[in-house]
């Protein structure tokens, strides 16, 4: 029987690199695929979903759809994050179980796991303590899909899963600042102080200002590296146990070098200020990828500078079309 294939929050960051690597290094032919956003049906509503579900009757989900953003989205909604969250994954398992969908792969994310924590994190300390505060919501609500990946094994058998991302930036991310993660957000505000002919200030003399401290560490994957691995995780991992998917502890990096790397990028010459009135979030939340180096030993990474420029250069080259 040849595999159909819903994904959830098909049309955002993670969903378009999806599309993007079964189209190419991932392809089979026995799969069809099916990307889907908000506008096929609001997942936070369960009619919806169930409709949805029903037309396009998918025997595996990879099921991103949510509501997602940085750390100052976060700490200004976490109430929406909760409850929306909460309602969409719901919603998708138990539709998922109703029309008898024989796996799916859903999203954690590593800025999940409890604040107060020994490091590296892995797979078996998601529910060890309290989350950041900044994104409380989001993390219950992300927490409580492994809780029900839990429930639909022991009562119903189900291999529903779930992968655990380190941060992900890549093309056609969200760059909306009000919303964005870090390396959306410092693009599209460093693209507008360059481009920004309301002042006569010489390119040398203009400031890019990074949000808080700097200090902060960081994991980042790009967007086609995971969507590789998310791939993977559908056809050949069974455990309901969730696996990280996270560049190397070493890869870990400051988001001064994040500014710095995307500075150069754009080949800016002006200077980089720190407004440290502005919250820095977690200090870090270094994660081991251990496990998924158990399976896959000789996954190579995209190395961080160069899906920068390749990420900067999307921006430059799709401004018709970008998320801003
Ligand atoms: P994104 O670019 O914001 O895309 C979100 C997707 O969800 C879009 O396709 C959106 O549809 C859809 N969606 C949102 N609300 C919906 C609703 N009520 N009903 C139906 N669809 C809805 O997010 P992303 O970065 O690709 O994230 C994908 C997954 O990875 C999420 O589960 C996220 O939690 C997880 N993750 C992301 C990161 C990261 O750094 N980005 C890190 C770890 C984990 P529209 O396009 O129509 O709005
Ligand atoms: O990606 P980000 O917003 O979220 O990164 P987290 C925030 C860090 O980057 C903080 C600094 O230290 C910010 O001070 N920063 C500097 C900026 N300039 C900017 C900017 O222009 N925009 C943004 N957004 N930050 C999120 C969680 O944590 O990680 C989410 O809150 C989600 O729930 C995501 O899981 C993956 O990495 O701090």
Redesign the pocket.
């Known amino acids: 029987m040849s595999t159909r294939v819903l994904v959830t929050g098909g049309t955002g960051l993670v969903g378009s690199a999806i599309r993007h690597v079964i189209q190419t290094t991932e392809k089979r032919n026995d799969e069809e695929w099916i990307f889907v956003g908000s506008k096929d049906g609001d997942l936070t509503d369960l009619q919806s979903t169930r409709e949805l579900f029903e037309k396009y009757k998918p025997n595996k989900v990879i099921h991103l759809a949510a509501m997602?953003?940085?750390?100052?989205?976060?700490?200004n909604n976490n109430l929406d994050?909760l409850r929306k969250n909460m309602l969409i994954n719901d919603n998708v398992l138990l539709v998922c179980h109703e029309i008898n969908v024989n796996k799916v792969v859903s999203c954690l994310?590593?800025?999940?796991f409890p604040d107060k924590t020994t490091y590296p994190i892995d797979e078996t300390m998601v529910h060890n303590g309290l989350p950041?505060d900044?994104?409380f919501g989001?993390?219950y609500a992300k927490r409580l899909i492994d809780v029900l990946n839990r429930g639909y094994f022991e009562q119903h058998n189900r291999l529903y899963t779930s992968i655990v991302?380190?941060?992900?930036y890549g093309p056609n991310d969200n760059f909306n600042?009000t919303a964005?993660?870090?390396?959306p957000?410092?693009i599209h505000?460093l693209y507008n102080i360059i481009n920004d002919n309301t002042v006569d200030t010489p390119q040398e003399e203009r400031v890019f200002t990074?949000?808080?401290?700097?200090k902060?560490l960081?994991q980042f994957i790009y967007s086609l590296d995971l969507a590789k691995l998310a791939v993977w995780t559908l056809r050949e991992y069974d455990s309901v146990s969730p696996i990280i998917l996270s560049v190397d502890e070493a890869d870990e990096v400051t988001?001064e070098f994040?500014?710095r790397s995307i500075a150069k990028a754009f080949d800016f010459k002006g200077r980089i200020e720190f407004d440290t009135t502005?919250?820095?979030?977690?200090h870090k939340?270094t994660a081991s990828n251990t496990k998924l180096r158990s399976y896959r030993p000789d996954f190579q990474f995209t190395k961080f500078e160069e899906a920068i420029k390749y990420t900067v250069d999307w921006y430059l080259q799709n401004q018709d079309k970008v998320r801003k």
């Open positions: 997602v953003g940085g750390l100052f989205y976060n700490m994050f994310s590593t800025c999940i950041h900044s994104n989001y993390s991302p380190c941060n992900i600042p964005s993660h870090v390396i957000g410092m505000r990074v949000w808080g401290s700097g902060p960081r988001i994040v500014a502005k919250a820095d979030g977690q939340k």
